[in-house]
């Protein structure tokens, strides 16, 4: 939420700090703006773009800090946008993060006769250090964060120090970039890649001085870190399109390398058994919990969903799935055998990583499924699993949620296989897995089907989504994408739930997706399909192959690969993302960058 930048260097920074901007973009895209010392802040409204086409010539000076904002107080203005400087303009910060008393602090500053000119928190924050810098930017930063409560990633330059960058972090990420040329800071890894590999991420409550040669870590109360550089993983051409004509489209047709690469030596076929690497060290405790805990939000939390469903089915445990931001408020009553499971692709999920600290605040195991290496819910879990699914850049979460469902998989093989699950079982289900890859490739040569129907669908105001048992939290997945990126009014239900209220909305004018493969629930969908078609409502159903009877009961059908039950979901998804996809497109829309959102909700 928010993308934070800075250089201090040997180059010209404003053109690295605008490039550093459009990969953070995915974080938020309301307004930007850069300060290069020596200038006047430039911000614009909206896309990078904007910013850009203001900068037509590289501004002089080889140090900056860079920011694409989120708004959370204050309309998208350009007044609002930061970067915000001090009274005098003499120092700039970025921002990411609430200062909840922002408000007390503004006052006291008023007080002193500082004036504002935003509605922003972080003008707040930029001014109180402004009043408290003698000379000394960091000491000015640490009084300055003292008297803050709240949370930041932020960075600090000052016109007479233009070769200093301070950053410091509580609970938004901040990470480093060690380069030959200069060093960096950004709030995500991605941005570095185009630079270095070697990162530094800071942990809460740490502090940095960063200059072109030298880097020092210290703690709030002022004791030096001494942390060593990690290599990211990823390589700079996975944050690019690579000739998609955007990032979703990419990262939907991703699926099958994705799941190559979250099974990679993960699975025993001969065996009918899962090897996870990052839970050895608990594997007793995993196998003989009384409950497991999944947490997550959005996607992640449905991605949670099809874990319960199948965890209880194929391995016998017992599983409750919370929302993070509700997990983290209410009175959990934990059974000391149980442990807690953050499910995240980002890592950084504010409510999911609270979550996961009061679940620690009561002892428990706590485990994650976590796509983003080294990101603060990645370091602070007991033990867990990566995705290795590359960096998603696309606000809707596609590519990582297949990889989720394949963790689930996974896990449900680990533990099932100790708590009863036959070697037969668990052969079929792994062999499947293995197989899920290539069927997938196959399935996306020809998407032409689904481009059609979405073509149809996009006229439609409304649509309902339902789908049973495993297929349930896929029918909210569904109805959750086509929201993101259409904008279309979209719910979801259990089949069976829909005659207790919700069919009253149905009528010619409001389709059904319905998600209807040949399986044990399968006659109770299709009981589910013909009380919506009394209503005349239109229906789309994603079916099996094969199955003719399905085109007697629905209007449109999308047919999709029989595979093992546990693993049906991944491939029931696909359709439902591409069909979010083409009909975002189909309405024009920015399907990457929708209206409203960030790609990482690092604020509560
Ligand atoms: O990074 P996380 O997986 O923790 O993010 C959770 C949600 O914010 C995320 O899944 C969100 O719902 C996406 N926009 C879904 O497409």
Known sequence: ??????????????PILLEGLRTLEYRGYDSA???????????????IDNLAKKIESPLSGTSGIAHTRWATHGAPT???????????????IVHNGIIENFRQLKEGLKAQGISFESETDSEVLAKLIGTLYKGDLLEAVRSALAMVRGTYGLVVIANNQPGTIVTARMGSPIVLGLASDGNLVSSDPSALLAHTKDVIYLEDGEYAVVTKDFYQIMTLKGQKRDKKPETVE???????????????????????EVIKNTI??????DKGRAKLGGLEPVLDQLTSLNRLVIVGCGSAYYAGEVGRYILEEYAGLPVDVELGSEYRYKRNLPDKNSAVLAVTQSGETADTLASLRSAKEQNLLTLGIVNAVGSTIARETDAGVYNHAGPEVAVASTKAFISQLTVFVLLTLLIGREKGMTQEEGEEIAAGLEKLPEILEKYLKDTKAIEVVAKKYAN?????FIGRKFHTPIAYEGSLKLKEVTYIHAEAYAGGELKHGSIAMLDENFPLVAIVPKDDVYEKMISNIEEVRARKAPVLAIGTEGDADLEKVADDVLHIPKVHPILQPVVTTVPMQLLAYYIGIEKGLNVDRPRNLAKSVTVE
């Open 264 to 269: 990679r030596g993960r699975l025993l076929v």
């Open 78 to 92: 350009e007044v609002n946008a930061h970067p915000h400087t001090d009274m005098s303009g003499s120092l700039a």
């Open 460 to 464: 439609y105001r409304d649509a309902m």
């Open 33 to 47: 703006g850069i300060f290069i010392p020596g200038n006047a802040p430039i911000k614009a409204v909206g896309p």
């Open 234 to 256: 990823w390589d700079v051409e996975e944050v690019q399109k690579q000739g998609y004509e955007h990032f979703m489209l990419k990262e939907i047709f991703e699926a099958p």
């Open 1 to 14: 939420m928010c993308g934070i930048f800075g250089y201090v260097g040997s180059r010209t920074a404003s």
